[in-house]
């Protein structure tokens, strides 16, 4: 009965010790994991924040980096510490993003979200009509093509249609008075064959190769944070613009003769090569004098307006001998002409008191 006793607490010892054994590894694994864990967790937010604060490398990134290059100068900084200071003016609109710029010196007067990604609709059409100005003459002839049948069914039209042949000069009228969608296929698909060298290229090959040109054009003026994928503005996924930005490049619109000359008009009346004789009015009703919204000192630029962007306009005025550019998106129908004129009203009011 000794012996049977003994047998028993030694198996019992045994299996205590196996027991403590089993529960130390136990333990240890368990160590071992939450070491892997709390690594991976920290490494990888480490990971993650290099990665937000990168620069912007690939179309398909919406990630608004906020990094550009000045024009004047050639001085490198952030949009964002150009805009850290206080407004200058003081003014309530309903536009979603807005920047108004000094043309002279690009110092920025007033912002509201002016640096955010957003879908740029039909102001687009500004650096289409500088692009296509690299590569051909205003009085350069070409005649529209099939192309015109790539845009959407409730786009805004020039009316265009196919064997007409224009200047150059006169699509580029059709595309900024009317906002004509069809102009900007004509110009973009023509441009693109010639910057390819190459007749023979698709419609849809050319816009590619023209659009290639456009945001190499972009980046120049120094709209670092867009990415344009279609010459008309419509809305499609990978699109985007920032009110900074549009203003870059209505600066640059500005500064262009052939340009400045179509953006400042109300009104146009053509005779093309094939006998059209085609009038345009303006879409901006800051140039309409019969409008409501009109103001003298008004000198362009843009409107836009599509689901995404919804309703636009890129305008500049001269003020006292300086010119000052505008830009309001994510706006109504109206209220983007009354945006801009309360804003141009405010800078008018700080320089009579100051």
């Keep these: 009965m000794v012996h049977q006793n003994i047998s028993v607490n030694c198996d019992k010892g045994n299996r205590w010790k196996a027991k403590k054994r089993k529960s130390i590894y136990n333990s240890a694994v368990c160590i071992v994991l939450c070491i892997i864990i709390t690594v991976a967790v920290f490494g990888g ?3 993650l924040g290099v990665s937000k604060g990168s620069p912007f490398t690939g179309k398909e990134s919406m990630i608004n980096n906020g990094e550009f290059s000045q024009m004047d100068g050639g001085e490198s900084g952030t949009v964002s510490s150009i805009l850290d200071a206080d ?3 003081s003014v309530d609109i309903s536009a979603q993003n807005a920047i108004v710029m000094g043309a002279a010196t690009n110092t920025v007067l007033y912002q509201k979200n002016g640096t955010h990604r957003i879908a740029p609709a039909s102001t687009a059409k500004m650096i289409t009509a500088l692009t296509v100005l690299d590569y051909f003459s205003p009085n ?5 093509g099939a192309e015109i049948r790539m845009i959407h069914g409730d786009s805004s039209r020039a009316w265009l249609t196919k064997g007409d042949t224009l ?4 699509l580029l009228i059709a595309l900024m008075l009317p906002s004509g969608n069809d102009a900007a296929y004509t110009l973009a698909v023509n441009t693109g064959k010639k910057i ?3 007749n023979g290229l698709t419609n849809k090959q050319s816009i590619h190769v023209f659009m290639d040109k456009v945001n190499e054009k972009s980046q120049m003026l120094g709209a670092e944070n867009s990415n344009f994928v279609v010459p008309d503005g419509y809305d499609v996924d990978g699109q985007y613009t920032t ?3 549009l203003a870059l490049i209505a600066k640059a619109c500005l500064d262009n003769p052939i340009i400045s000359q179509i953006v400042a008009s109300y009104t146009s009346s053509e005779s093309w090569a094939n006998g059209r004789v085609v009038t345009y009015n303006n879409t901006n009703e800051l140039l309409n004098p019969s409008s409501q919204w009109y103001r003298p000192e008004v000198i362009g630029l843009k409107t836009g307006n599509s689901s995404l962007a919804g ?3 890129v305008s500049a005025a001269v003020i006292n001998g300086e010119t000052y550019i505008c830009v309001v998106m994510g706006s109504t129908e109206d209220a983007r002409f009354q945006d801009s004129i309360d804003i141009y009203d405010e800078i ?3 320089q009579k008191y100051n």
């Design 45 to 47: 937010g480490n990971l």
């Design 87 to 89: 407004n200058s003016i």
């Design 311 to 313: 309703a636009c306009l």
């Design 167 to 170: 200047t150059v000069r006169q």
């Design 196 to 198: 390819a060298g190459d």
């Design 348 to 350: 008018k009011a700080q």
């Design 140 to 144: 350069d002839e070409l005649t529209v």
């Design 243 to 245: 009110a900074y930005d």
